[in-house]
């Protein structure tokens, strides 16, 4: 049994008191989250840094786990604001693919509900990916990342493949909240990867990406974890 099937529901464990992002020191917990009726078992990554003599929470992972299949799901991350771009985002997944590879979960997957475009680009540019390369050129549902050449502009710049796609997307609380701005060209812009979503509220065949190209990702997070080592 694996050192993350043997917490239990309400649990929150150290993982690591070694990190830092910025000027902030961190700690990382692995919490096993109350059951929410999805009959797997759910799972968070935190990260905390203490100011003053408080513990402040600057962000969380979570995840699903299949014990049976060692089969892991990513749900989402999320960074409060104060803390974002420290790299804390990237932290997180990496701690959560080092996690989950070292447990035995060697088949780590997006959950079909992720909704962040830029999200699944990130996961990419782990060794995530779509089995099939093909439904990139046959799928309405494709979106193109792209950004700024100005590289203090952060806004997630998006190109959509279909227009009705488009404009769901811009009546989501992601769309609003997550500093996204749709394209229609990217004559003024940097073309970074395609991705397949399936659009809230448009009913679409499950699109699973995969963690695909393991030394990619085994590579790439140690890298990001050296990185915050203290």
């Not at 150290?14 to 009959?39: E, I, M, T």
């Not at 060692?70 to 604001?81: A, L, N, Q």
Request: proline letters at 2%.
């Amino acid at each position: 049994m694996s050192y993350l099937e043997q917490l239990k529901t309400g649990d929150k464990s150290l993982y690591s008191d070694s990190f830092f992002s910025g000027d902030y020191n961190q700690s990382l917990y692995l919490v096993k989250a109350n059951d929410d009726g999805s009959k797997k078992d759910k799972y968070y990554i935190w990260a905390t840094t203490t100011i003053g003599n408080q513990e402040v929470k600057q962000g969380h992972i979570y995840f699903y786990l299949d014990h049976e299949t060692k089969t892991s799901s990513f749900i989402g991350v999320k960074v409060t604001e104060k803390f974002r771009n420290l790299n804390i985002g990237s932290l997180l997944i990496s701690s959560w693919i080092d996690i989950c590879l070292n447990s035995g979960y060697n088949f780590l997957g997006v959950h079909e509900k992720q909704r962040k475009p830029f999200l699944l680009y990130l996961l990419k540019t782990y060794g995530f990916d779509i089995l099939d390369q093909s439904m990139y050129s046959t799928r309405k549902d494709v979106i193109s990342i792209c950004r700024s050449p100005d590289f203090t502009d952060k806004r997630k710049l998006l190109l959509f493949r279909d227009s009705n796609h488009e404009k769901t997307f811009e009546g989501t609380k992601i769309f609003k909240t997550d500093n996204y701005e749709i394209i229609h060209d990217l004559s003024d812009s940097i073309y970074l990867d395609d991705v397949i979503m399936p659009i809230q509220n448009i009913k679409r065949d499950n699109v699973p990406y995969w963690l695909i190209n393991y030394d990619k990702a085994k590579v790439k997070t140690k890298t990001i974890l050296e990185r915050h080592k203290k």
